[in-house]
């Protein structure tokens, strides 16, 4: 029975260059040297033309291989910041995590950002040491660093012999045995003694593991303090319990390249991690009402989530789903919750790199592949229909840097490909910005925009430019004016007469615009005021200074005049429009710029440097608050400062820290920058003239 399977379905995470996905080749090529790269190369995994060309991943890959008699489903995760949204997802649809940290690296400044979001999702997770056979390999240094800059109290579980090109192996500090590597085969090693050179150092972290265990569970500690000896599944028992409430982060040592330790982490995900039918599910029936699935239970009803979706110019739509309960059979019937559709799956598919291999039955912790669902999409529930469930949705956050994008092909085009683009990767949004008619593609982060960009050219041949987006200025008036409006124009018969008087007073900022209707004794028809405020309303549009919209003011229709026959509704629009564009050039216009409200995310060290550049941006710093890993600044930045500030702040804090952005308000411009704006736009022909 499915349920009798050892099943292990995980993520590998970490900063980009620490081996996450060389190490996820290697426990393929445990599994099957046939699957794998021999040579160690990740250009299996990571086949896209953006990762080659960068060499690093930058989506979700899932792998699924047998070892053993046993299962694992594996999601290589991408590392470089502007894609950790990804890696939320990632750790929404696996049950346990591994964080790969390089001995030559190092955590410091590398993989903080990585693990923020893993402790936050409460996922019981596994530290592995990578490259322990490099050049610049310093296993201590990397231990070290993961409790300076992670905060976390780290536990190894192995230490390696002789760390550096000559490394011989490991040893295991469960068994106390040490793995001496065997050169003639990958990741082979024989059982030996521990050396003497390293056996006072094992002992010494042996005694350190068995307290981190006994501090896990209250039955072991009470064994433990009372002078009894644990045993090996005591050990592991009390590590598992640790690990599950995330008071320590184990430590295990690998190398991808020649195999040390890699058949062993295997063998640690196991231990460790908890099984898929262990964990209940947990979403919500149609109505909203709470529903719990034991995925242990024989009869569980099927339930899965989409977590990847890609758009194939020949397979189609090509959706990657996790199995939380129940088993997935061929020719079963499934349900969309969003959608309330239902579909059929005649056959689905193991991932297998770019191959995909039919399964004939899914269980709970496995990945499968469906081909050409209709209209599901990434983080969508599937279900079986006559037991609906919607599981959590998955965690969509503000996109902080904005693009504006142009196609040669107009842009139409260049919509509906991104719109594909976006199907595949939904922390991408495309928009049409309301204040200055530019389409805005809008992510991540920089990296994250422009590889969106070389894969709309790659995969729908639309070649698109990107610029930084127009800020989207505005005008106001500062002192109250008054200004009459006469449009009198006689042609022969009918003619057109219209008189006007209107006071403009200033309002608080972000109250809009007011019209208000003061006229006494009857100096102009009923019917023709709102002519008046409809005038007022269409010159908005376009202020005096730069042609940006004018608001936060009040408009005070006092006394006009009229003529029986020649007043028309035209005519006072004409009028109200006239008085308008009078009074505002007396009313000391001055220009509003959008402030964005920002907070940035970085290590102590960088504070100084950050608040400097800040400064230069003409932000106006809020506050700090101290973080677990960090420091938070919060700040208000004018958005045309702020449109390069994720390039900038990689380069300022080594690619460490990071920001979320959103509007706060309008502020005036400092009138030298303004002038500069005003000068621009009037050099440009975008300010129109009183006539006009």
Not at 8 to 15: D, H
Not at 172 to 192: C, I, N, Q, Y
Not at 341 to 356: K, P
Not at 656 to 678: L, N, R
């Amino acid at each position: 029975m499915a349920s009798q399977r050892v099943i292990r379905t995980f993520s590998i995470l970490g900063a980009d260059g620490a081996g996450k996905t060389a190490l996820v080749e290697a426990l393929l090529r445990v599994a099957d040297a046939k699957r794998a790269a021999p040579d160690g190369s990740t250009a299996r995994l990571d086949a896209e033309p953006e990762e080659k060309k960068r060499n690093f991943t930058l989506s979700l890959h899932p792998e699924s291989f047998e070892e053993g008699g046993r299962s694992f489903h594996v999601l290589d995760c991408p590392g470089f910041a502007a894609f950790l949204t990804e890696v939320e997802w990632a750790l929404q649809v696996t049950d346990a995590a591994i964080l790969a940290v390089s001995a030559a690296d190092g955590v410091h400044n590398k993989a903080e950002r990585a693990y923020d979001v893993l402790a936050e999702s409460g996922r019981p997770a596994l530290a592995v040491i990578t490259r322990i056979d490099g050049d610049s390999a310093d296993y201590q240094k990397a231990l070290a660093d993961v409790e300076s800059s992670l905060k976390v109290k780290p536990v190894p579980l192995q230490i390696p012999i002789h760390p550096g090109p000559r490394c011989r192996g490991l040893v295991d500090l469960l068994t106390m045995r040490a793995h001496l590597h065997d050169p003639k085969g990958f990741a082979r090693f024989s059982d030996e003694e521990i050396p003497g050179d390293v056996k006072e150092e094992a002992e010494r972290l042996r005694n350190a593991l068995v307290e981190a265990a006994a501090e896990s569970d209250d039955e072991l500690l009470g064994k433990y303090l009372e002078g009894g000896t644990l045993s090996e599944e005591e050990i592991v028992r009390g590590i598992t319990a640790g690990v599950a409430a995330q008071k320590f982060l184990p430590i295990a040592v690998a190398c991808a390249k020649s195999g040390i330790g890699v058949r062993e982490l295997l063998d640690l995900t196991v231990k460790l991690f908890p099984g898929p039918t262990t964990i209940e599910v947990k979403g919500k029936d149609l109505h909203g009402t709470e529903v719990t699935r034991k995925p242990g239970d024989e009869g569980a009803p099927f339930c899965g989530q989409v977590f990847k979706t890609t758009i194939d110019h020949f397979a189609g739509r090509i959706d990657y789903v996790r199995v939380f309960s129940g088993t997935l059979k061929n020719d079963a019937t499934v349900m969309n919750p969003r959608t309330r559709t239902e579909e059929r799956i005649a056959h689905f598919f193991r991932t297998d790199g770019a191959q995909n291999a039919e399964v004939k039955e899914a269980a709970p912790g496995d990945f499968v592949v469906l081909m050409k669902l209709k209209d599901a999409h990434t983080g969508d529930t599937l279900c079986d229909p006559a037991a609906p469930i919607l599981l959590p949705e998955f965690k969509q956050h503000t996109r902080p840097v904005s693009y504006a994008v142009h196609a040669k092909g107009g842009d139409d085009k260049a919509a509906a490909a991104l719109h594909k683009l976006i199907e595949e990767d939904p922390s991408l949004e495309l928009a049409r910005s309301p204040d200055t008619g530019e389409m805005l593609l809008q992510g991540m982060g920089q990296a994250h925009i422009e590889v969106t960009v070389e894969r709309v050219k790659r995969k729908h041949g639309v070649d698109i430019t990107l610029a930084p987006p127009t800020p989207a200025y505005l005008e106001t008036i500062t002192a109250p004016a008054k200004a009459q409006g006469k449009f009198k124009r006689q042609t022969g018969g009918h003619g057109q007469y219209g008189d006007a008087h209107v006071e403009l007073y200033p309002k608080p900022r972000g109250e809009g615009f007011e019209f208000e209707d003061a006229i006494v004794g009857g100096s102009i028809p009923r019917q023709f005021i709102p002519s008046v405020e409809k005038g007022i309303r269409g010159a908005l549009g376009a202020g005096p200074l730069a042609g940006y919209p004018v608001v936060d003011f009040k408009a005070k229709l006092v006394f006009g005049t009229y003529h029986d026959v020649d007043s028309s509704d035209m005519a006072f629009q004409v009028a109200g429009s006239m008085a308008f564009k009078k009074a505002v050039l007396e009313a000391r216009p001055i220009l509003l710029e959008p402030i964005m409200k920002l907070e940035v995310r970085v290590p102590e060290e960088y504070v100084g440097a950050v608040m400097g550049d800040l400064n230069s941006r003409r932000a106006k710093v809020q506050g700090m608050e101290p973080l677990a890993r960090g420091v938070l600044v919060r700040a208000l930045c004018p958005h045309a400062e702020a449109m390069t500030y994720d390039a900038d702040l990689r380069s300022l804090t080594q690619g460490v820290g990071y920001f979320t952005m959103e509007p706060s308000h309008y502020d005036p411009v400092p009138p030298p920058i303004a002038q500069k704006i005003i000068e621009k736009r009037r050099a440009d022909g975008k300010v129109k003239g009183i006539e006009e």
